[in-house]
């Protein structure tokens, strides 16, 4: 007899069972669940809601059940539908009546509330902690490549030139930010629907800021009808796991350029690439390409449950057991992702000739040499006209502005002079860019030093 079945008179048909059991995916949080039980038996204690040697018994039950789950000894059952149910049920079989009395003053609604926020709260440390892991080795590429001229691109055109280490800094921002949304997404997590009951609290005299305090939660979730329906904590944290697979999916894209033929800025480490079933020559980036793809499952999984949620009147709802699957895939896929994206920009070979080559090429130092003369005191307006005149003239004799006799230059302007050698080199017009988070040397060793600073702090938070 199913724990709910008091009012029931036929058995549940076989194929709502299934349909309406969620065992088979939410068996993974046994861990949460046991230990939200633990908390909730120790309250009910103190409270005198319950007998202390019940709740040793309760305690000593759970305990051995959470052992078997671990050993492998237990098998659940989709009779019982849920992680909830099943545990209640082994631990009612090994205990007796004391079993019976664990689920005094809570529900399943406010039960699994408190499961899904204690899974995410430590699935959120780990992923945080991938992150930071990335960063990492964005750092120690970073650090090598501070001198390595490359052209910088806007509409994917050669636009001006910068060094590689500032082009994976920029990267390194960007998951700077997305640990940050995961900090704050915990943050807001770490309220405790715990008491909340199925919708309006209960009648025994509890007390949540002891659930709250035992199970490392900030304090109780204030309205129990929010605390068993919010589920706003899920739909955040897969919009930053949304935002975190973009900024890999592009860094993704950026690499699988560089590591084509056309581009030829990087080389990927055989473990890290694939071969072509009939092409002998092909050195396939499948790890990046995948990553990219997946980027569109997590989406999906965001998409899902805001959709899920859109309709939903207060409070608890049978739609909203579809929040963990999503969630977890979600989880899963950027757990997935991130150590294998990490190994491979750590083993990756960078081409710094290459790099060096493509940057000659493009006109790149066209904004520079407009600079040039308006440091000499032409209008920028007019400077920017007249080096799209240089350019033009350029295309049409097959040079590049720095090829120029100086008798050619003054033939456009007479502001030329013999130092604007110097200014049109890639390596000044790189290094004079000091304005702050410019690729200038200076610039990127204090973005290296400030991403390294926010690693560090949270290594010994």
Same mark, same amino acid.
């Given at each position: 007899?199913?724990?709910?079945?008091?009012?029931?008179?036929?058995?549940?048909?076989?194929?709502?069972?299934?349909?309406?059991?969620?065992?088979?995916?939410?068996?993974?949080?046994?861990?949460?669940?046991?230990?939200?039980?633990?908390?909730?038996?120790?309250?009910?204690?103190?409270?005198?809601?319950?007998?202390?040697?019940?709740?040793?018994?309760?305690?000593?039950?759970?305990?051995?059940?959470?052992?078997?789950?671990?050993?492998?000894?237990?098998?659940?059952?989709?009779?019982?539908?849920?992680?909830?149910?099943?545990?209640?049920?082994?631990?009612?079989?090994?205990?007796?009546?004391?079993?019976?009395?664990?689920?005094?003053?809570?529900?399943?609604?406010?039960?699994?509330?408190?499961?899904?926020?204690?899974?995410?709260?430590?699935?959120?440390?780990?992923?945080?902690?991938?992150?930071?892991?990335?960063?990492?080795?964005?750092?120690?590429?970073?650090?090598?490549?501070?001198?390595?001229?490359?052209?910088?691109?806007?509409?994917?055109?050669?636009?001006?030139?910068?060094?590689?280490?500032?082009?994976?800094?920029?990267?390194?921002?960007?998951? =700077?930010?997305? @640990?940050?949304?995961?900090? &704050?997404?915990? *943050?807001?997590?770490?309220?405790?629907?715990? %008491?909340?009951? #199925?919708?309006?609290?209960?009648?025994?005299?509890?007390?949540?800021?002891?659930?709250?305090?035992?199970?490392?939660?900030?304090?109780?979730?204030?309205?129990?009808?929010?605390?068993?329906?919010?589920?706003?904590?899920?739909?955040?944290?897969?919009?930053?796991?949304?935002?975190?697979?973009?900024?890999?999916?592009?860094?993704?894209?950026?690499?699988?350029?560089?590591?084509?033929?056309?581009?030829?800025?990087?080389?990927?480490?055989?473990?890290?690439?694939?071969?072509?079933?009939?092409?002998?020559?092909?050195?396939?980036?499948?790890?990046?390409?995948?990553?990219?793809?997946?980027?569109?499952?997590?989406?999906?999984?965001?998409?899902?449950?805001?959709?899920?949620?859109?309709?939903?009147?207060?409070?608890?709802?049978?739609?909203?057991?579809?929040? =963990?699957?999503? @969630?977890?895939?979600?989880? &899963?896929?950027? *757990?997935?992702?991130?150590?294998?994206?990490? %190994?491979?920009? #750590?083993?990756?070979?960078?081409?710094?000739?290459?790099?060096?080559?493509?940057?000659?090429?493009?006109?790149?130092?066209?904004?520079?040499?407009?600079?040039?003369?308006?440091?000499?005191?032409?209008?920028?307006?007019?400077?920017?006209?007249?080096?799209?005149?240089?350019?033009?003239?350029?295309?049409?004799?097959?040079?590049?502005?720095?090829?120029?006799?100086?008798?050619?230059?003054?033939?456009?302007?007479?502001?030329?002079?013999?130092?604007?050698?110097?200014?049109?080199?890639?390596?000044?017009?790189?290094?004079?860019?000091?304005?702050?988070?410019?690729?200038?040397?200076?610039?990127?060793?204090?973005?290296?030093?400030?991403?390294?600073?926010?690693?560090?702090?949270?290594?010994?938070?």
């Amino acid at each position: 007899m199913k724990l709910w079945g008091g009012r029931f008179r036929k058995e549940t048909d076989t194929l709502v069972n299934d349909f309406n059991s969620s065992i088979q995916f939410d068996s993974r949080l046994y861990r949460e669940d046991i230990e939200g039980s633990l908390a909730h038996a120790a309250m009910l204690a103190d409270c005198g809601i319950i007998s202390r040697e019940d709740q040793e018994k309760i305690t000593q039950g759970l305990q051995g059940i959470l052992a078997d789950i671990e050993a492998g000894t237990v098998s659940f059952s989709t009779d019982n539908e849920d992680i909830h149910m099943n545990v209640e049920a082994l631990l009612t079989q090994r205990i007796g009546p004391a079993g019976k009395r664990l689920h005094t003053a809570r529900s399943r609604n406010d039960q699994v509330a408190v499961d899904l926020r204690l899974y995410l709260r430590r699935e959120i440390d780990e992923i945080t902690s991938q992150i930071l892991d990335l960063i990492e080795t964005v750092l120690t590429q970073a650090k090598r490549h501070q001198a390595t001229v490359m052209p910088g691109y806007t509409h994917l055109q050669r636009a001006q030139p910068i060094s590689f280490a500032q082009h994976l800094l920029a990267y390194g921002e960007q998951l =700077k930010r997305d @640990v940050t949304r995961m900090e &704050d997404c915990k *943050k807001r997590m770490n309220r405790c629907p715990l %008491g909340s009951g #199925a919708l309006a609290g209960t009648t025994y005299p509890i007390d949540r800021q002891q659930t709250a305090r035992l199970l490392g939660f900030d304090g109780p979730c204030s309205n129990s009808l929010d605390g068993v329906s919010d589920r706003d904590y899920a739909i955040e944290l897969l919009g930053g796991l949304s935002i975190l697979m973009m900024h890999l999916s592009r860094f993704a894209e950026e690499i699988i350029l560089w590591c084509s033929w056309e581009f030829k800025f990087i080389e990927l480490d055989d473990a890290y690439s694939t071969g072509s079933s009939i092409m002998p020559q092909k050195k396939n980036p499948d790890v990046a390409e995948l990553v990219r793809g997946k980027t569109g499952r997590v989406y999906g999984s965001l998409m899902g449950l805001l959709t899920t949620m859109k309709g939903l009147p207060l409070a608890y709802n049978k739609d909203m057991q579809e929040d =963990k699957e999503p @969630v977890f895939d979600a989880v &899963d896929t950027v *757990k997935m992702c991130l150590p294998v994206f990490t %190994g491979m920009l #750590a083993t990756m070979r960078v081409l710094p000739e290459n790099m060096r080559q493509a940057a000659g090429s493009g006109f790149i130092n066209a904004t520079d040499c407009a600079d040039y003369l308006a440091k000499k005191g032409m209008p920028f307006r007019d400077a920017y006209t007249t080096v799209g005149n240089l350019v033009y003239y350029c295309t049409q004799n097959g040079k590049l502005l720095e090829e120029l006799c100086l008798e050619e230059l003054q033939g456009i302007s007479p502001l030329f002079e013999e130092d604007v050698y110097e200014a049109l080199r890639l390596e000044t017009c790189m290094g004079q860019r000091r304005s702050y988070g410019g690729p200038a040397l200076e610039e990127t060793s204090r973005q290296i030093q400030e991403l390294t600073d926010f690693v560090k702090e949270r290594a010994h938070a």
